[in-house]
């Protein structure tokens, strides 16, 4: 399993390095990326949520088994925002909070998590993963976005809740569970444009590397604070959550796991996006992702190696 999951984020580490190179060699530039970014936050990102709910074959194990990822994402996320606060501090005293606190509750579940579960358990662990996703996208505009733009009021929480992506795990949610057959062609056309997230997102933030490099990361200490509450904290407070909740409503191993490894990914490469959409310091998002995603190498196998040991 720990070999399988080196060479997947080794083979997502190659693609980044496209990323790179495209920025290098002037086949981009900076409103290039941000163009990507939308394409990629609101469109592919979107498609990806949708594909995942028409690809589950409705059964009443697995509904039962969605419904408690979908319950455990909610629960892991709130575990992971009270645990920040404190480390994190106020506000008034930080300018860039806001995106600290993004980069540690949301991780890079979509573009990492799926292929990553998918590559060592297999697609009915992604499945209990796309419950993961849901609440994932659900706080990502209701809360990440507020906390991004500093700006907390109920019409950026109702223009949020009524993206593209929220809608179409409606869509998605209301086929599955209402067995509403999808025209084939329709169902493909969906997969191809969501099968575009991961490979488009590890080019939008090698993209983002390549522009603002890592110049300057040493002199940002807090930078390491959100990374290790990313890649150490954020997983430990899931595993809480996951044998705390085990011990009450039984699930099995890909379930847990479905739930533990895209909370281990790095910082999410949707912070570099809201940052670019929003005009805010897309440089601290990227430079956030990269080292989170560059010590996420070790951090992964180890994390999920030492949690095994743990709860099993």
């Known amino acids: 399993m720990i070999q399988i999951l080196s060479g997947q984020l080794f083979t997502m580490f190659l693609m980044l390095l496209v990323g790179f190179v495209v920025f290098r060699t002037h086949l981009t530039n900076h409103e290039g990326n941000k163009t990507l970014a939308n394409i990629l936050l609101l469109v592919a990102n979107s498609a990806m949520l949708l594909d995942s709910l028409l690809s589950i074959e409705y059964k009443e194990t697995i509904l039962h088994g969605l419904l408690i990822s979908i ?8 575990a992971v925002i009270l645990v920040s606060y404190p480390f994190l501090g106020k506000a008034d005293r930080h300018p860039q ?3 600290e606190r993004y980069m540690t509750v949301f991780s890079n579940c979509g573009f990492m998590g799926i292929p990553l579960v998918y590559a060592t358990f297999g697609p009915e662990a992604v499945l209990y993963l796309t419950g993961y996703l849901i609440p ?7 809360y990440g976005v507020p906390e991004i733009t500093g700006k907390m009021s109920w019409r950026q929480v109702g223009k949020g809740l009524c993206s ?30 969501g099968s575009m997230t991961t490979p488009m997102g590890m080019i939008v933030a090698g993209t983002a ?9 040493l002199k940002r200490p807090r930078l390491f604070l959100v990374t290790a509450l990313k890649l150490a904290a954020a997983p430990m407070a899931t ?3 996951l044998i705390l909740t085990r011990s009450v409503i039984p699930f099995g191993e890909d379930i847990f796991y479905g739930i533990l490894i895209p909370s281990a990914c790095p910082a999410a490469t949707t912070g570099t996006m809201l940052a670019l959409r929003y005009d805010k310091d897309y440089q601290y998002a990227s430079q956030i992702f990269i080292v989170s995603t560059l010590l996420s190498l070790v951090s992964i196998p180890a994390m999920v190696s030492l949690i095994r040991m743990i709860a099993f």
């Not at 319950?71 to 709130?78: A, E, P, S, V, Y």
């Not at 994932?136 to 209701?142: A, E, Q, V």
């Open 209 to 217: 590397l390549a522009e603002t490099g890592l110049r300057g990361v």
């Open 239 to 241: 595993c809480l959550i």
């Open 136 to 142: 994932n996208n659900i706080l990502t505009w209701s």
């Open 97 to 99: 909070i806001g995106i």
């Open 164 to 193: 593209p992506n929220i809608i179409c795990i409606l869509i998605g949610l209301v086929c599955l569970l209402c067995r509403i057959p999808v025209e084939l062609h329709v169902r493909r056309a969906v997969s191809y444009i």
């Open 71 to 78: 319950l455990l994402g909610f629960l892991c996320h709130f």
